[in-house]
Nanobody
Framework: QVQLVESGGGLVQPGGSLTLSCAASGTIISNYAMAWFRQAPGKQRELVAYSPNGGTSTNYADSVKGRFTISRDNAEKKVYLQMSSLRPEDTAVYYC????????????WGQGTQVTVSS
């Protein structure tokens, strides 16, 4: 059974940093694209950062470019989101996603971790 478990969220002051982790079990991640999404209250879930299965070409939402970095450790089956220069508008629940593929089409999501940026 595939599970994704996020951790590392919390309360941080504006300008601060946090690193989120997503631990996968029941699956390898090296063959799959992985991503971080977020959902703020009253808003739609949005893509924050994307790492394709090759892992070398990442994509970011314009709002986080230059501040967030997605990385992955395929051997440890973990995906990370390093967040710096955090702003109140980054407050949201952050979710990890494993994309489906042609041979394994199911998407999987974690349960989310809350990030609150406030003074």
């Amino acid at each position: 059974q595939v599970q994704l478990v996020e951790s590392g969220g919390g309360l941080v002051q504006p300008g601060g940093s946090l690193t989120l982790s997503c631990a996968a079990s029941g699956t390898i991640i090296s063959n799959y694209a992985m991503a971080w999404f977020r959902q703020a209250p009253g808003k739609q879930r949005e893509l924050v950062a994307y790492s394709p299965n090759g892992g070398t070409s990442t994509n970011y939402a314009d709002s986080v470019k230059g501040r967030f970095t997605i990385s992955r450790d395929n051997a440890e089956k973990k995906v990370y989101l390093q967040m710096s220069s955090l702003r109140p508008e980054d407050t949201a629940v952050y979710y990890c996603r494993r994309y489906g593929t042609a041979w394994d089409p199911r998407d999987y999501w974690g349960q989310g971790t809350q990030v609150t940026v406030s003074s």
